[in-house]
């Protein structure tokens, strides 16, 4: 069992930054790939980014250019830093380590854009 805890979510003004952690538990954080995911209001829970065990990352469109996924192994640690940040970026953003399917989630954490 992996448990995973987010945080950094919050309110923020269109044009903002925020950056989230998601810390995991255990020693195997290391060997797989970490995703971050969003869901908002009556949509499908969505992939933003994700990053393999040797650093290789994927972006969703609407996000590239704008969004940076990354890991520290020490820490058991995935970021995503969250630049330009647009009301539609507003949504429950959930972290996810991809052993087996569908992997382990983290409870979310609110992200909120707007004036």
């Known amino acids: 069992q992996v448990q995973l805890v987010e945080s950094g979510g919050g309110l923020v003004q269109p044009g903002g930054s925020l950056r989230l952690s998601c810390a995991a538990s255990g020693s195997i954080f290391r060997f797989y790939t970490m995703g971050w995911y969003r869901q908002a209001p009556g949509k499908q829970r969505e992939l933003v980014a994700d990053?393999?065990?040797?650093?290789?990352?994927k972006y969703t469109d609407s996000v590239k250019g704008r969004f940076t996924i990354s890991r520290d192994n020490a820490k058991n640690t995935v970021y995503l830093q969250m630049n330009s940040l647009k009301p539609e970026d507003t949504a429950v953003y959930f972290c996810?380590?991809?052993?087996?399917?569908?992997?382990?989630w983290g409870q979310g954490t609110q992200v909120t854009v707007s004036s």
């Open positions: 990053i393999t065990s040797v650093d290789s990352t």
């Open positions: 996810n380590i991809r052993i087996g399917s569908p992997g382990f």
